[in-house]
């Protein structure tokens, strides 16, 4: 049976780029099942949050998931965001997540510059003889996007109510959540509820707003409550632009929190 596979075009139309139809011309001579769809790099309307729903469909999504670009696109810091929110649905929602392939139109993507959610990526060079077969065989068994982890990440987004970023622990609790943006990014408002569905009202339990805190050489305004967390419940940030690097975890004031940073773009 043949694999399904969704090709996203980072070059825009008018770029000078290899031609699109050689690249849908290999995958389909190699027995995909393609669809696929330019990328519209326009973060202020969300535009990913389509292709991220559609991706993030065990019924409806590909097998396997390809990012076509030239070093300059994978280099953009909106493209890297947009791609990011896009994984971030993708590893949160989808119980069976695709392989991820970023293919290099003029060589092998620089895989050591991925951010944070690129990394269970493949990088491959669009150049070479054959990519297309190679690929194929890549592509079998299971995704690294089914690795464990020891933390939840999700992104909600949309023009009626904003971006906000979802963060819980995969099992056991966190007694209190943390949640900071770098540079690029404000929080507006944070609350706890339901995992996957944003609070309709929520009762923080001492909540801490502005927390200044530098971590990993990035500077970071965090918010922070002692609600507790579990794999069902979730700790929701709204926030305002494209931060560069998020910082998560448990409760500051818990000596055995842990914390994350995830660099977005």
């Known amino acids: 049976m043949a694999q399904t596979a969704w090709l996203t075009w980072l070059p825009a139309e008018d770029a000078d780029a290899p031609p699109l139809e050689k690249y849908v011309a290999a995958m389909n001579s190699s027995g995909y099942t393609l669809g696929g769809a330019r990328w519209v790099d326009d973060l202020d309307k969300y535009a990913w949050g389509e292709l991220a729903s559609r991706l993030s469909s065990d019924e409806a999504g590909p097998e396997t998931w390809v990012v076509a670009g030239r070093a300059e ?19 949160s929602l989808r119980k069976t997540p695709p392989h991820v392939v970023f293919l290099g139109l003029d060589g092998a993507p620089d895989a050591a510059s991925f951010p944070t959610l690129w990394k269970p ?26 690795a464990p982890r020891d933390f939840r990440l999700n992104v909600i987004a949309h023009s009626m109510c904003g971006q906000w970023f979802e963060v819980g622990p995969v ?32 009762i923080l ?5 502005d927390i200044k805190a530098e971590v ?13 967390l579990e794999p069902t419940t979730s700790y929701f940030i ?10 998560f975890g448990g409760h500051p004031e818990d000596e055995d929190a842990e914390a994350w940073v995830v660099t977005l773009a």
């Open 73 to 91: 696109d994978f280099a953009s810091t909106t493209i890297r965001y947009g791609l990011s929110m896009t994984l971030a649905m993708i590893q």
């Open 216 to 228: 990993g050489g990035h500077e970071f305004n965090a918010v922070a409550c002692q609600n507790k």
């Open 121 to 146: 990526g493949k990088a491959i060079d669009g150049t070479a003889e054959r990519w297309a077969a190679k690929l194929l065989i890549q592509c079998r068994g299971k995704s690294a996007l089914a």
């Open 238 to 247: 709204q926030a305002q632009g494209h931060p560069q690097h998020l910082m």
């Open 171 to 202: 099992e056991g609790e966190w007694k209190g959540g943390m949640f900071g943006v770098s540079e690029g990014g404000a929080i507006q408002q944070h609350g706890v509820g339901k995992a996957n569905e944003l609070p309709k009202k929520t």
């Open 205 to 209: 339990e001492y909540p801490i707003d």
